[in-house]
């Protein structure tokens, strides 16, 4: 059982990383947003975590299909509707259940399958530990107002948990960097960025083989940042953007890898794109919906 979901867990992690790579092509499109392509990750998140995708003729994967993967129906309610898996590495004649082509994959298969569960398991369990530990660490924070804290615990301004977020500021914030600390964070809360978070983490933990899940994990980390940015500076003249550049500049990045955090890594190309930041027409909002739907319908289906 082990070694067959090890195999399909390969084949999406393959199919996961092609996927990944052209969006990491996507992001160097200078005109398009972070909060336009910060969408675009759910691509490879969903390639890891979902082993069936709807068939379609104007699928990437159609092109693909012609040179190195196969695609293996399992459901077809229809004619024109089919669902199956994608399978890039074709080492089975048959797959229900699967038999090898050469029969030492079944072995080798099994204990990979052992090998991968138990890494990955510990990985979750490792994450569990450390965000029970990170929600004790500011359980004696002083409320200030509202979800919002005092903890002498923190180095930077952050927001906690998910199902009831807290906004967790040091002691020595300053006053007059309030509204923008709180704008950032309240941002975060609405786009759910912390559920986001820990979902990434968990994709990458299930494919912890592949180097190329870690790599996706931080950049789309940090591509929440900049969308965060983008959207807590919406409606700001260039004189607000800049004192909430400068704020960015006074913070210090999360010790806890499982918060949303003002500052951090990256804050050169954070405080370039608050002082870049382009308000959005309605035209130009409708054109990126429909370039973010077309490239999720071709990344996301399978073969027809």
């Known amino acids: 059982m082990l ?33 336009v392509t910060v969408l675009l990750w759910l691509i490879p998140f969903i390639r890891m975590t979902v082993p069936v995708g709807i068939n ?77 530990t990170t929600k004790r660490e500011i359980k004696d924070a002083k409320a200030l107002r509202d979800n919002i804290y005092l903890s002498e615990k923190v180095t930077s301004p952050a927001t906690y948990g998910i199902f009831r977020p807290r906004i967790v500021l040091p002691v ?26 820990i979902l990434g983490f968990i994709a990458a ?23 965060c940015d983008e959207m807590a500076v919406a409606g700001y003249d260039i004189d607000e953007r800049k004192d909430y550049a400068r704020t960015l500049l006074k913070c210090t990045g999360s010790r806890s890898m499982l918060v949303s955090a003002f500052g951090g890594a990256k804050i ?12 959005m027409t309605v035209f130009s909002a409708i054109g990126f919906s429909i370039l973010v739907i077309v490239i999720i319908f071709t990344l996301l289906t399978n073969a027809g």
């Open 56 to 132: 379609s003729p104007y699928s990437l994967m159609s092109l693909i299909s012609k040179f190195t993967t196969r695609t293996v129906t399992v459901f077809q309610p229809a004619d024109d509707l089919a669902f199956s898996f994608t399978n890039s590495m074709m080492a089975a004649n048959s797959y229900d259940p699967i038999t090898y082509k050469v029969n030492i994959l079944e072995k080798v298969f099994a204990v990979a399958g052992m090998v991968w569960a138990v890494v990955a398991l510990a990985i979750l369990i490792t994450l569990t530990v450390l965000y029970i």
């Open 3 to 35: 070694g067959e979901i090890c195999y399909w867990i390969f084949n999406m992690s393959i199919i996961a990383s092609f996927m990944g790579l052209i969006i990491l092509l996507i992001r160097k499109i200078k005109f398009i947003p972070h909060r």
């Open 172 to 197: 020595s914030y300053d006053d007059k960097d309030l509204e923008f600390i709180v704008r950032h964070e309240k941002t975060h809360i609405r786009r759910l960025d912390n559920v986001w978070r």
């Open 268 to 279: 050169r190309t954070r405080i370039e794109n608050v002082l870049s930041y382009k308000r």
């Open 205 to 227: 933990a299930i494919h912890w083989f592949n180097p190329l899940s870690w790599v996706f994990l931080k950049i789309f980390l940090s591509d929440l940042e900049l969308a």
